[in-house]
């Protein structure tokens, strides 16, 4: 972009910045020094499972709320119209079903892990291969999360690019791997209300400079950016009720039911009630969240009526055009230009930082721990915090190879989660309602459901048939523009593997979760089904036996496999209890050989050894 055309920061938005960041290792700073001070794994990877249903809500929002929605949600909305608004009707099933099923299914089970879950269902191999397929996916969404802010205000303001990705990593690693859990929770806290001011000044700013709420109004009507319940069944149009509404759970299952970041919040919370309550209170925030990116995008059109920017901000006009909006807004309001900075890395801070202290959880506690069963507390809490900082290297490798992709971030990060995301998913709900998956076939099935995944999403990258119909620029749309629009998809009607290719990314998850639970039962069926009641108590949920609620017991009985749930655990007696007396009260053995006990069909106690 020409230097004349760019905007400048003040010396005070450089402070805002800074203040940021420094409040960020102040509050990792403040969990290293007190409470346990990190000592033990229990309180750095779990926070002591102590917090309360707030702050564990507003964390849950933040890990998957990051500076590619802030920054490519508005630039959707501008070049597409408000159809992708449609995802916030995937976030009631998809935050209903995690708080009904996968959180007290999981929390019963107090795992640290969301993969141990997989070991006692199917076998150590799953569990390592969910746990690989995890590390994977999050290794590449973290690195899109820090070099998206860095990328687009170098493109917009000429910050520079690989300092500010330096910054961010490193302040990052600091508190987290200070700070542990709580730290990050936290610092989540801080950072999503700043993400939210952020957002919210910018509107404000916005509407009155583009002259009234009225005046936005007009235009965006004008210029035909309000989609109206777009129900085209077609599953290769991009973005439909139904990809966005229906497709849009499977990919919010992937991340709010079964992802280790948000399962680890989940068991992180005092009592699974708490845990169940802060799913439910993500669902305004999150639909707050997403009002304020699709409103700026609106306004963002109303500004500019759709003007192209490609030849003002280069190729990746999308992602950085919502910068330079933002500074076009805010010039000449100090501190503001820094306030937007801030929320932009507020919201990356807060992904990131979720994202290294799952990925030491998981590497700790799925591929290191079951090694060295009897490695010593402090051994093992050092070694989870060099985990954190590696991590946090390996994430600044990765923003290079994001800068390779090209495509606008917030299509990589929503293809990441459908394409690595979904098969996961499938192997939790193989395992969770269908009985009779062996391990045999979990492992079968993901392989299959990764397979098809990749092969869908490179080749919708390869053949470039994102589908994507950009509507016509101009405000005051003129009917030959669109018709030439409309006539020019009706002939270029994709056919056969090229038709398999368009599928929507919106079906990713969806359609990889498919593969996985069909191929790992049918291989699960040729090499010897598990009996009813064979798995682990407590590891399969009763789906049957909900769905016939109606039906009387001893009629459920005959027809399914009522394996009950656990019993919830008794929450514990007020804040001083001790956990001894409490831990007896559950029969918990010494807190490192955790015995999970779990009543089985005729109450007996199977007493089932994990090295926690
Ligand atoms: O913001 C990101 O880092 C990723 C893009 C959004 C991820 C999904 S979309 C549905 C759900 N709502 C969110 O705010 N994040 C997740
Ligand atoms: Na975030």
């Not at 802010?149 to 493109?155: I, Q, S, T």
């Not at 077609?234 to 990919?251: K, Q, S």
């Not at 006539?487 to 994709?494: F, V």
């Amino acid at each position: 972009m020409d230097p004349s055309d760019q905007k400048h920061f003040l010396a005070v938005d450089y402070v805002v910045f800074a203040l940021l960041l420094a409040a960020s290792v102040g509050i990792g700073l403040y969990y290293a020094l007190s409470g346990g001070r990190q000592r033990t794994t229990q309180e750095f990877l779990m926070a002591d499972r102590s917090m309360r249903c707030l702050p564990v809500s507003l964390s849950l929002i933040a890990s998957f709320q990051s500076a590619v929605a802030i920054i490519g949600v508005p630039a959707e909305i501008y070049t597409h119209g408000t159809q992708y608004w449609f995802i916030g009707c995937a976030y009631i099933l998809g935050l209903l079903i995690p708080a009904h099923v996968f959180i007290p299914l999981l929390y019963r089970l107090k795992l640290s892990s969301a993969y141990q879950y997989l070991e006692l269902r199917f076998s150590k191999v799953v569990r390592i291969c969910g746990t690989l397929t995890f590390i994977f996916q999050m290794v590449i969404y973290m690195g899109v999360c820090v070099y998206t802010p860095a990328f687009a205000l170098n493109a917009a303001t000429g910050f520079q690019l690989w300092g500010t990705v330096l910054v961010t990593g490193l302040v990052c690693t600091l508190y987290t791997t200070l700070g542990g859990l709580k730290a990050v929770i936290w610092t989540d806290v801080f950072q999503t209300l700043v993400m939210f001011a952020g957002q919210i000044a910018v509107i404000i700013v916005g509407v009155e400079r583009t002259g009234g709420m009225s005046e936005v109004w007009r235009k965006v009507k004008e210029g035909n950016r309000l989609s109206g319940l777009d129900l085209n069944p077609d599953p290769t149009e991009r973005h439909t009720f139904w990809t966005l509404g229906v497709g849009g759970v499977f990919l919010m299952l992937s991340l709010y039911g079964v992802n280790q970041a948000q399962v680890q919040r989940y068991l992180s919370a005092r009592t699974e009630k708490e845990a169940v309550r802060s799913c439910y209170m993500v669902f305004p925030s999150l639909q707050l969240a997403l009002g304020l990116s699709c409103i700026m995008g609106l306004v963002m059109f109303a500004r500019y009526c759709g003007e192209d920017f490609s030849e003002k901000l280069g190729s990746s006009s999308r992602d950085a055009m919502v910068i330079y909006f933002v500074m076009d807004m805010l010039q000449g309001l100090p501190g503001l230009p820094g306030l937007f900075v801030a929320c932009l890395f507020s919201a990356a801070l807060s992904t990131i930082s979720s994202a290294f202290n799952s990925l030491a959880t998981v590497t700790m506690e799925d591929l290191i721990k079951p090694h060295f069963p009897s490695m010593s507390e402090e051994r093992a809490t050092l070694l989870s915090k060099a985990l954190a900082a590696s991590y946090g290297l390996l994430c600044l490798a990765m923003a290079y190879l994001t800068h390779l992709l090209g495509d606008s971030v917030l299509l990589v990060a929503l293809k990441i989660f459908g394409v690595v995301g979904g098969p996961i998913l499938g192997l939790f709900c193989l395992g969770m309602f269908f009985p009779w998956a062996n391990s045999i076939g979990a492992v079968a099935g993901l392989g299959a459901g990764l397979v098809g995944a990749f092969w869908v999403g490179i080749g919708s990258i390869v053949t470039r048939s994102s589908g994507a119909k950009r509507l016509p620029p101009r405000c005051h749309v003129n009917t030959t523009a669109v018709f030439q629009t409309a006539i020019g998809n009706a002939t270029s009607r994709p056919t056969g593997l090229h038709r398999f290719y368009s599928l929507s990314y919106m079906w990713y998850a969806g359609f990889s979760c498919l593969i996985v639970i069909l191929v790992g039962l049918t291989v699960s069926f040729l090499t010897g089904p598990m009996k009813e009641g064979e798995a682990t108590p407590g590891t399969v949920y009763p789906l049957l036996g909900k769905l016939l609620f109606f039906l009387p017991e001893h009629m459920k009985k005959k027809v399914c496999c009522v394996t009950p749930l656990r019993p919830a655990i008794p929450s514990p007696q007020g804040p001083g209890s001790d956990k001894e007396s409490n831990g007896a009260a559950r029969g918990q053995h010494t807190p490192s050989q955790q015995q999970i006990l779990l009543p089985d069909a005729d109450s007996r106690v199977i007493e089932h050894e994990t090295a926690v």
